[in-house]
């Protein structure tokens, strides 16, 4: 234990000037602040709707970028990296022979991708209710006061956060393994393309692609119920979330094996 968090903990060190870990950042304040301006310049379209017809409209201007492409292509990003520092360093057999397990530093690494993922979607939360809320004061005639949202938004995004770990797995492994910019990277923007149009034409196997599981995320999340809409409900475990699950599960078991017994130069 003590051999992971001091993985971990230099992890933070050795990225915490890279896009990688400021993208996890600006991205929540940039897509929050656009849409933002975006209601702002255009409340009279907005203001005929009830309180949660404002807040869906609202949110769904980051979740809809986040589930299509941006999710994909960040989750692409971190993986690599939070690798590409041993890489650009050529640090890996110094790291390996360090008298802490391999194991330590494998699981380190990669849940450190993991909380930059988890903090990039967690700020999205915090800054959509807090964008939300600030409309109400400048627009009084927006009502995004009178509702309450941010149940729903954790939900949301929690389940977004389980649709992208299939990728975060299979990029780890891949840009762990190949130090170039192009394989990792390039594979990865082609499978997101190829994800988003599989998802985007409701291909019925779709959901078994994990590069389709954030547009997937984003398309059944809600629950078919007959009740009010102040009843709305999240369906947070459905089969793309299973399998992005299962495969994040035996991609990173597999990639330990492969760290154990390969000769990392």
Not at 65 to 75: H, R
Not at 212 to 227: D, F, L, R, T, Y
């Amino acid at each position: 234990m003590k051999g992971f968090l001091l993985s971990f903990r230099s992890e933070f060190y050795k990225t915490r000037k890279t896009l990688g870990f400021w993208g996890a950042i600006i991205l929540p304040v940039l897509i929050s602040s656009l849409a933002f301006v975006a209601v702002y310049t255009k409340s009279d379209n907005f203001v005929k709707m009830p309180p949660m017809g404002q807040w869906i409209q609202f949110s769904m201007i980051g979740l809809g970028s986040m589930g299509s492409l941006l999710l994909p292509i960040y989750t692409i990003f971190v993986a690599y990296s939070v690798n590409n520092v041993e890489h650009k360093a050529d640090t890996w057999k110094t790291l390996f022979s360090l008298p802490i397990s391999r194991w330590a530093v494998y699981s380190a690494k990669f849940l450190y991708a993991l909380f930059l993922l988890f903090l990039c979607l967690t700020l999205f939360v915090v800054f959509n209710v807090a964008f939300g809320n600030l409309l109400s004061v400048v627009k009084p005639e927006l009502k995004f006061n009178e509702y309450h949202i941010e149940l729903l938004l954790i939900q949301v995004y929690y389940k977004l956060l389980l649709s992208a770990l299939g990728i975060l797995s299979i990029q780890f492994l891949l840009s762990l393994l190949w130090a170039d910019f192009l394989k990792p990277m390039g594979l990865g923007f082609v499978a997101t393309i190829t994800g988003v149009i599989l998802a985007s034409n409701n291909w019925e196997y779709s959901y078994l692609f994990p590069y389709a599981h954030p547009m997937g995320a984003i398309k059944s999340m809600v629950k078919n119920n007959n009740g009010p809409a102040r009843m709305l409900e999240i369906d947070i475990y459905t089969k793309d979330v299973y399998v992005s699950l299962i495969i994040a599960v035996v991609v990173f078991i597999a990639g330990y094996y492969i760290v154990q017994r390969k000769s990392v130069k």
